[in-house]
């Protein structure tokens, strides 16, 4: 009988690596050995997120900054090629990557909430490398398999699907509410076909880019509004979700709410803002909550996914091969009308 033949381990990965801005080269980096819970992703696509245009732009992101050169991305999918001795992942086994997934052991992480692990890390935030590599080591606990419904290029869309579901469910969107979603990007779209998966009655999305008005109201939207041009009239909503991170935007939606109701911030926050409406909330008892990242959250994306109840494929607009990474990048700003597009490391 033959022995199985064990997979060779590459030595290196090309990789999209951020030396500063508007910096990125394509560089062959070491690959890392395998832990005994690691497995080894062969990259198939990785979505660009706001995140990576603001690091390639001006080296930052919020508060983090590039202190060294760092892979960006961090929206994968792939197929396992190469499993430790401990991992419960088959070789061949298609994946959609969590890249932030916590330490595991502090009392955060073991209470649950290990989205906001003190010493996480996140793939592709600096100074981490990110997965915009044609291969990726990953802890076998942050590689989520991917059924046949979903193709493995829109398996890359799963960490935003996700983010709009832990948004959703921090919001507690309920059956019949009527909910109001600020922002047509990427995430405000997939928040709003969450929303509907979760039973709301009536979905409003404003923005002031009538392309992307007119994708969301394609993908679920019961009605859409652009803001640079018509007021909002709808009053009485049970919730928001801010996906714009604009203050102004978040004022305006607030006041778009009723008595008892609840506001929810899911964009990148600034680290201080003036113009909070206090007396507002306070007045009518509006829960003001955020949402960040997500726990938990992957294997219900995948479900409304594989389910048809979100459409992924309606919000991928756009691909690009490794060699043209800054493109992708820059992609979503010259043309607005892109909501998500990926990195191809294999083409």
């Not at 090309?14 to 801005?21: D, M, S, T």
Request: charged share 15%.
């Amino acid at each position: 009988m033959t022995a199985a033949v064990q997979p060779v381990h590459p030595a290196s990965t090309r990789a999209a690596v951020l030396h500063g801005p508007e910096d990125l080269r394509i560089e062959e980096l070491p690959l890392p050995a395998l832990g005994p819970d690691d497995v080894l992703v062969q990259v198939d696509a990785v979505g660009v997120c706001g995140s990576d245009m603001h690091y390639f732009a001006s080296g930052r992101n919020g508060q983090n900054v590039l202190r060294q050169p760092t892979v960006l991305g961090h929206e994968a999918s792939g197929v396992v090629v190469e499993a430790g001795a401990l991992a419960e992942v088959a070789v061949g086994t298609r994946v959609a990557v969590e890249p932030a997934v916590g330490c595991g052991r502090c009392a955060t992480c073991r209470s649950g909430h290990y989205n906001l692990c003190p010493t996480g890390t996140c793939f592709g935030s600096p100074p981490t490398h990110g997965t915009i590599a044609q291969f990726l080591v990953a802890p076998s606990r942050s590689v989520h398999p991917l059924p046949d419904a979903i193709g493995t290029e829109l398996g890359s869309l799963i960490e935003p699907l996700a983010v709009a579901v832990h948004a959703v469910q921090r919001a507690d969107v309920r059956l019949g509410h009527r909910v109001l979603v600020t922002g047509a990007g990427p995430i405000g779209i997939l928040v709003a076909q969450v929303a509907r998966a979760a039973g709301a009655e009536e979905v409003v999305v404003t923005d002031i880019n009538d392309d992307r008005l007119a994708r969301a109201a394609e993908l679920g939207a019961t009605s859409v509004v652009n803001t640079a041009s018509t007021e909002l009239a709808h009053t009485g909503m049970d919730r928001l979700l801010e996906c714009t991170a604009v203050p102004a935007v978040l004022w305006q939606g607030i006041r778009a709410l009723g008595p008892a109701t609840r506001a929810t911030v899911v964009g990148r926050a600034t680290p201080a803002v003036d113009g909070l409406p206090l007396a507002f909330l306070q007045r009518w008892e509006i829960d003001l909550g955020t949402a960040f990242r997500y726990a938990h959250a992957f294997p219900t994306a995948i479900a409304l996914a594989a389910s048809g109840r979100v459409d992924l494929a309606g919000v991928l607009t756009g691909r690009f091969p490794l060699d043209r990474a800054a493109e992708a990048l820059r992609a979503p700003v010259q043309d607005p009308t892109h909501l998500k597009v990926v990195v191809r490391p294999g083409d």
